[in-house]
């Protein structure tokens, strides 16, 4: 029980000591460790009673990463990387919300696989130093 507690606290600090570089980095692995329970939760037997009601939990709480990272970009100021970003993760949001409604792992799968390309990407600018292109991007508060 104490161990749980800090690691809660060390989530927290992490979160709250985070440049907003890291932080778009750690929705995309929320995001990404979502997604990848869903898709464990998709190959339990169908028998097993909690098998739909994770891939429900799992699916929302990526679309909520999702509409977060949405919300945060600053499309005037990040021009046309800002809009095409805001038009892929609404893209991926209407494919996971076809994922969860048909109970489908292929727009998981989808979506998963565009999500780490993305966050490889953002993990490479930040490493080059392109911090000040991130912040012309995303709403920095």
């Not at 000591?17 to 998709?42: K, N, W």
């Not at 679309?63 to 990387?81: D, K, W």
Request: hydrophobic fraction near 45%; aromatic fraction near 6%.
């Amino acid at each position: 029980m104490l161990a749980q507690g800090y690691a809660r606290t060390y989530r927290a600090n992490a979160v709250l000591t985070a440049s907003p570089g890291q932080l778009v980095l750690m929705l995309y692995d929320g995001a990404l460790r979502c997604l990848g329970i869903a898709r464990e939760a998709f190959s339990r037997p169908e028998e097993d009673l909690q098998r739909l009601s994770i891939i429900n939990q799992q699916l929302q709480k990526a679309q909520l990463i999702l509409t977060e990272l949405q919300s945060g970009l600053n499309l005037e100021a990040g021009g046309e990387i800002a809009r095409t970003l805001h038009q892929l993760y609404d893209y991926h949001n209407r494919r996971l919300f076809e994922a969860n409604i048909r109970k489908n792992e292929a727009p998981v799968i989808e979506v998963e696989r565009l999500l780490l390309e993305l966050r490889e990407a953002w993990a490479q600018m930040l490493a080059q130093g392109g911090g000040a292109s991130l912040d012309q991007v995303r709403t920095v508060a």
